[in-house]
Structure formats: structure tokens, C-alpha cells
């Protein structure tokens, strides 16, 4: 089995910083995921990618940032925080372009200030 | 684009008894749909996915029937314990190439189980 770790679990933050998430997994995935979870909003999608180098923009991207240099990890830039924001990432990987299933991280939970 | 449309944001029910958590799906292509469940504090993890029509597909008590005539894909469960209070998110995937790595996830839907 495999495992995805992000890291921080909790970040706090100010108003207008900028802030970054980062997420390894050591499936051997190739396409990895990053989604922000809203209370009563569900999952939605900010940056995909398929492989390395590779980056796609999701619904939600405006506002972020992501990098993929090596295939076990992904990263993500929140460029501008939003005061009083609070809201949980979550990374993800799976298999391209099948329909296995999504394999999540714990998340990590964002406030700020 | 697609959307996925959970209707119940909370349901609370005394253990034993069933439930259904209503799920429906818009899609111009062929859909494959999913339900994630995620506990407290835990990572959301896959329970069930389908994309055959009219064909139950089951996983830890919890069953599903995909049917396309009305874009529906509910769960239920016949009899509720305590550790399925969780919340319940229901995604879609449609088969065109090129959205093939993308899901829809609907809001979610928050199952608490009553002594």
C-alpha cells in the first residue's frame, strides 16, 4: 500500500500572504490532484497533474498557484490569502486516464487571520 | 458542464433503520460515477463506482444502482450502524477523453447515526 502525506495539517496565515501546501504520495501515481473542500460545497478541483512538469488548471484555480517538478510530489500556492478564509485542502493521486480511484491526504486546514 | 446534485445536506437516523442518500448527475457524455466517504478527520476513501446501467454494485453493506433513464446513482444501506456517520460525497467522471482525470463532486451529504 502507499500513502499520501501533506504537510503542514494546520496553516495559519495574514491577510495577503502567500502561502504554500505541499503533498507527497509514494503510489508511483502519475497524475495528482488538488482539491479545496468548503463546508456544504463539496470537492472542487484547483490544479491537476497528469505527470511530471505537468500542470492543469481546474475549476477553482484564480487565486493559486501549483508546481510538479518531480512525479511523488505536488504543490500548491495560495498567492494572495483572504482574510477570514478557512477552508481544507486536499491532495490526491491515481492512475491516468482510468477510472480508478482517487487515493486522498488528510488535508490540510487553512485559516487566516 | 457536469454537476452532481446531493439534496440532503444532513440526515440523522437511529441506528438500525435504512437510508438513502440521493444523488443525480448532469452530463452531455457517458457517465461513471462514484461515492467517497470521509470520516472525521480522516482522508475521504472510495466506497462504491459504477458505470453499467441498471446493475446494483454493493461495498460494506452500502449498495448503488446507476441508472441513466434518471441520471441517478442514490446510496443506501438497509440497516445503519454508528461508524457509518460520515460524510458521503457522491462524483461524477464522464468518459470523454480529455476529462478522463476529472471528477465532480456534489456537495456532500452528512449521514449522523443516533444510539
Known amino acids: 500500500g502507499g500513502i499520501i502525506t501533506q504537510t503542514p495539517k494546520f496553516l495559519i496565515g495574514q491577510e495577503g500572504q502567500k502561502l504554500t501546501l505541499k503533498c507527497q504520495q509514494n503510489f508511483n501515481h502519475d497524475t495528482m490532484y488538488w482539491y479545496r473542500q468548503d463546508s456544504g460545497k463539496g470537492l472542487r478541483l484547483i490544479y491537476y497533474s497528469i505527470t511530471e512538469n505537468d500542470l492543469q488548471k481546474g475549476d477553482l484555480s484564480e487565486g493559486y498557484d501549483a508546481s510538479r517538478e518531480k512525479k511523488s510530489s505536488f504543490s500548491l500556492t495560495v498567492t494572495s490569502a483572504q482574510k477570514n478564509e478557512m477552508a481544507v485542502f486536499l491532495c490526491a493521486s491515481s492512475i491516468p486516464f482510468s477510472n480508478e480511484r482517487l487515493f486522498f491526504g488528510h488535508g490540510t486546514k487553512l485559516s487566516v487571520l | 458542464g457536469d454537476s452532481v446534485t446531493q439534496t440532503e445536506g444532513l440526515v440523522t437516523l437511529t441506528k438500525g433503520l435504512p437510508v438513502m442518500l440521493n444523488c443525480t448527475y448532469q452530463t452531455t457524455y457517458s457517465p461513471f460515477l462514484f461515492w467517497y466517504v470521509q470520516h472525521l478527520n480522516e482522508a475521504p476513501k472510495l466506497l462504491l463506482k459504477s458505470s453499467t446501467d441498471n446493475k446494483r454494485t454493493e461495498h460494506q453493506g452500502f449498495y448503488a444502482t446507476l441508472h441513466k433513464s434518471s441520471s441517478s446513482f442514490h446510496l443506501q444501506k438497509s440497516s445503519v450502524q454508528l461508524s457509518d456517520s460520515a460524510l458521503y460525497f457522491c462524483?461524477?467522471?464522464?468518459?470523454?477523453?480529455?476529462?478522463?482525470?476529472?471528477?465532480?463532486f456534489g456537495a456532500g451529504t452528512r449521514l449522523a447515526v443516533c444510539p
Open positions: 462524483a461524477l467522471r464522464n468518459m470523454l477523453s480529455g476529462s478522463f482525470n476529472k471528477l465532480t
